[in-house]
T-cell receptor, first 115, second 113 residues
C-alpha cells in the first residue's frame, strides 16, 4: 500500500490549459513537499507546505495543503511545454523516532504539455 | 544545481558483482539519504545517515550497505547484484534529520546485465 497516492498517474494536455494534480493519504503529515523531476535527473524541490490549509504560489503553480494535513494539490495555470515532467509529492509522517526522519514519496504524476 | 554530487553518473556491471556509489552532500548538510527509483516502485527510501550515524532504515536489502564518513560524504555499496537491482539511485541531503526539505543529486543509473 502506497502511503501517498498521486492522481492522475499520467496527464497529457495542450499548451495553455489548466490542470490540477492530487496527492492523498490517510496519514497526517508534518510537512509536505512537491518536487519536479525531468528524465535522467534528480527531483528538484518546488515548494514545502507545513500548515493545514496553507496555499503557496510559485508563478503559475499553486500548491495547497489540506486542512487536516493529509492531502495536497498542485494547480498549474496556462501550462507550457517547459512544465513537462514527473511531479512528485513527498512528506514526513507525524510520529516519533526514526520514522519521522523518513521522507516518503508518492509515485508521481507524469505531465506532458504539448505545444 | 542542488549542490549534491553523485558519482558515477552511469554504471554497467554484471550479475554477482559489487559496486560502490558515492555521494557528497551540500555544503553544511549533515544528513544524507539514499533512494532507489524504478519504474514500477517509484522512489523508495533506503537509508539515512546523520553526522556519520545511521538514523533511519527503509526497504534496504541485506546485500546493500551504506556508510557516512567523517568528511560527511556517503557511499552505498551494492553486492551480489541481480538484474532487478537495475535502477536509478539517488542521494539527497538535508541540514538535519528532521528537516522538511531534502536536496537531490543527479543520481547514478545502475544497469546490471
Amino acid at each position: 500500500t502506497q502511503l501517498l497516492e498521486q492522481s492522475p498517474q499520467f496527464l497529457s494536455i495542450q499548451e495553455g490549459e489548466n490542470l490540477t494534480v492530487y496527492c492523498n493519504s490517510s496519514s497526517v503529515f508534518s510537512s509536505l513537499q512537491w518536487y519536479r523531476q525531468e528524465p535522467g535527473e534528480g527531483p528538484v524541490l518546488l515548494v514545502t507546505v507545513v500548515t493545514g490549509g496553507e496555499v503557496k504560489k510559485l508563478k503559475r503553480l499553486t500548491f495547497q495543503f489540506g486542512d487536516a494535513r493529509k492531502d495536497s494539490s498542485l494547480h498549474i495555470t496556462a501550462a507550457q511545454p517547459g512544465d513537462t515532467g514527473l511531479y512528485l509529492c513527498a512528506g514526513k509522517v507525524v510520529g516519533s523516532g526514526g520514522s519521522n526522519y523518513k521522507l516518503t514519496f508518492g509515485k508521481g504524476t507524469l505531465l506532458t504539455v504539448n505545444p | 544545481d542542488s549542490g549534491v554530487t553523485q558519482t558515477p553518473k552511469h554504471l554497467i556491471t554484471a550479475t554477482g558483482q559489487r559496486v560502490t556509489l558515492r555521494c557528497s552532500p551540500r555544503s553544511g548538510d549533515l544528513s544524507v539519504y539514499w533512494y532507489q527509483q524504478s519504474l514500477d516502485q517509484g522512489l523508495q527510501f533506503l537509508i539515512q545517515y546523520y553526522n556519520g550515524e545511521e538514523r533511519a532504515k527503509g526497504n534496504i536489502l541485506e546485500r546493500f550497505s551504506a556508510q557516512q564518513f567523517p568528511d560527511l560524504h556517503s557511499e552505498l555499496n551494492l553486492s551480489s547484484l541481480e538484474l532487478g537491482d537495475s535502477a536509478l539511485y539517488f542521494c539527497a541531503s538535508s541540514s538535519y534529520p528532521g528537516a522538511a526539505e531534502a536536496f537531490f543529486g543527479q543520481g547514478t543509473r545502475l544497469t546490471v546485465v
